[in-house]
């Protein structure tokens, strides 16, 4: 038996799959930029009013921010599932501390996403963002504010994903090694964002954006490099062998 055919009983090579992983990353890399980077920076303030009035006025962009998040949400399954197709050979127990990592912090993410439509409910009916009652407008506040706290709760599983296949790639030579620890970089930095918010929420504000840059450019190269030139076969020969049970540790 083939290990293409070990690997993937379905018959994709592992290059078509980390193609198609390529691709869904990249999707989700360019739609969670626009949703959050650019949508939710450019919409809410630190002010209700304000960001009512905002919200009211781009309706179309801030309902399409939030297609985007659920387009990210789905992505993430079946990446989790081809993620762990491509390195359960390198460490099964690691592989699948992966995908656990991103179901749990896709699943947290798609529950926050119910709290980001209360500014729709509470600007429906033709109501006018300058009539909201101060009631009305601590609701909206503290759709922000939970905005924030899921935010930093699904980056620690989000973070610890990365981390993960960080150590996978790295261990495997499938891509760039340099991949591999543009990525730990990643996930450190997205740990340190959610933990610096639990503990000093003021402090994690001033670590913005700068804190945020590692993301493109570690994930934006692995979905690019996925994409085009997908997993080095031969890499992937040298890697450690399958195994059926505890994995290579």
């Not at 999707?27 to 304000?50: C, E, K, Q, R, W």
């Not at 399409?64 to 099964?92: C, D, G, Q």
């Not at 990592?101 to 896709?106: K, N």
Request: with cysteine; aromatic share 10%.
């Amino acid at each position: 038996m083939s290990l293409v055919r070990q690997v993937n009983p379905a018959g994709a090579s592992p290059r078509q799959l980390a193609r198609i992983a390529g691709a869904l990353y990249l999707i989700n890399v360019v739609l969670g930029a626009f949703a959050i980077g650019y949508v939710h920076g450019m919409l809410f303030t630190s002010d209700p009013a304000t960001t009512a009035a905002n919200i009211q006025a781009h309706e179309l962009l801030y309902r399409a921010s939030l297609a985007a998040h659920v387009v990210v949400t789905v992505t993430n399954v079946p990446l989790a599932v081809i993620f762990y197709e491509l390195f359960k050979a390198v460490n099964r127990r690691v592989a699948l501390l992966a995908a656990f990592f991103i179901l749990v912090a896709t699943a947290i993410e798609a529950a926050g996403l119910l709290a980001q439509f209360v500014p729709l409910v509470l600007l429906g009916g033709g109501a006018d963002a300058s009539t909201l009652s101060p009631a009305q407008l601590d609701a909206l506040s503290l759709t922000s504010q939970l905005w924030d706290a899921d935010y930093a709760l699904f980056t620690v599983f989000f973070g610890l994903d990365i981390l993960c296949l960080a150590y996978l790639m790295f261990r495997s030579r499938y891509l760039p090694r340099a991949i591999a620890i543009l990525l730990a970089v990643d996930g450190i930095a997205y740990l340190v964002y959610s933990f610096t918010h639990f503990l000093a929420p003021e402090l994690a504000a001033s670590l913005t954006p700068w804190i945020q840059f590692p993301a493109p450019v570690a994930e934006g190269g692995l979905s690019l490099w996925l994409l085009i030139a997908g997993v080095n076969v031969g890499g992937r020969r040298k890697a450690p062998h399958e195994v059926t049970g505890e994995g290579v540790a």
